[in-house]
């Protein structure tokens, strides 16, 4: 049961997303016959032996396919997280498909001019390209698709991650996450969160919360700010033509289980 491989290049990353989302928006082919994304994103500054894998709780099989190709390339493979970052696999991950972002991690030069073609690390670099063979193939030639798995570990985004632990369970829309107005459009909601709990659903625009008027990423996270796990707030979404209000029991992000970490080494 082969399946295709499509290899494709986004622009538009860095504000927003905007190459993959617009992809999966007008998909060559169905999304519900792509089986996984692998996204490589600055894999050109390999340190240490060392991989990272983000994504690993999007699919249960992802933990035995990173450990075959790490075992093949001899890396050692930093593996954790769900299947939501600030890189393309997300416009993927929002669709219901397993994702894997490949990542040598930051450093000083890192978005900076001084991040030079001299810094690059071209035989990691082709490890990571060998390393993204074995894992593409592997998926590709396996007898059963991965098996998608939504997050409900707690949000690592701005607009519901920086007030004193209370969890609303939203994930923003990355190709809104620059709207000065207009609200917040969530991308997806947390498994099991207090939102989904509530009836709140992606694609709904949230434009209140407990009273206050809710413009942009900001006033989500001061809202939030405002509020204690445990508290019952009212939070308002535009969803399609209409306006809804839920009653949310906001949660303690301490105690929604943080994504926890796994290597792989060869």
């Not at 390999?46 to 690993?56: P, V």
């Not at 969530?186 to 407990?210: C, F, N, Q, T």
């Not at 942009?216 to 707030?233: E, F, I, K």
Request: net charge negative.
């Amino acid at each position: 049961s082969h399946r295709a491989v499509l290899v494709c290049l986004f622009s538009g990353e860095e504000v927003g997303l905007a190459g993959s989302s617009w992809l999966v928006d007008h998909s060559p082919v169905p999304l519900d016959r792509i089986a996984a994304m692998v996204n490589l994103d600055m894999v050109g500054r390999l340190r240490g032996n060392t991989l990272i894998a983000l994504g690993l709780e999007s699919a249960p099989e992802w933990a035995a396919l990173l450990r075959d190709a790490a075992i093949d390339t001899k890396l050692d493979v930093a593996a954790r997280g769900d299947g939501y970052g600030p890189s393309d696999q997300t416009s993927f991950y929002a669709k219901g498909i397993p994702v894997i972002h490949l990542f040598t991690g930051t450093h000083e030069q890192y978005h900076t001019p001084d991040d030079k073609p001299a810094t690059i690390n071209s035989e990691g670099g082709g490890l990571v390209a060998r390393f993204t063979q074995v894992l593409v193939e592997r998926s590709a030639t396996r007898d059963r698709r991965l098996t998608y798995a939504r997050s409900n570990t707690a949000p690592t985004m701005t607009g519901d991650s920086r007030g004193y632990g209370a969890y609303l369970g939203t994930v923003p829309d990355f190709k809104a996450m620059d709207a000065a107005s207009g609200g917040v459009l969530l991308s997806d909601v947390r498994a099991g969160g207090p939102a989904e709990i509530a009836g709140i659903k992606g694609g709904d625009r949230v434009v209140s919360i407990a009273g206050t008027r809710i413009e942009n990423l900001y006033d989500m996270s001061y809202a939030l700010q405002d509020h204690r796990p445990g508290q019952t707030v009212e939070v308002t979404v535009v969803r399609a033509e209409d306006t809804l209000t839920f009653r949310v029991t906001l949660g303690d992000r301490a105690r929604m289980g943080q994504a926890g970490a796994a290597v792989a080494k060869a």
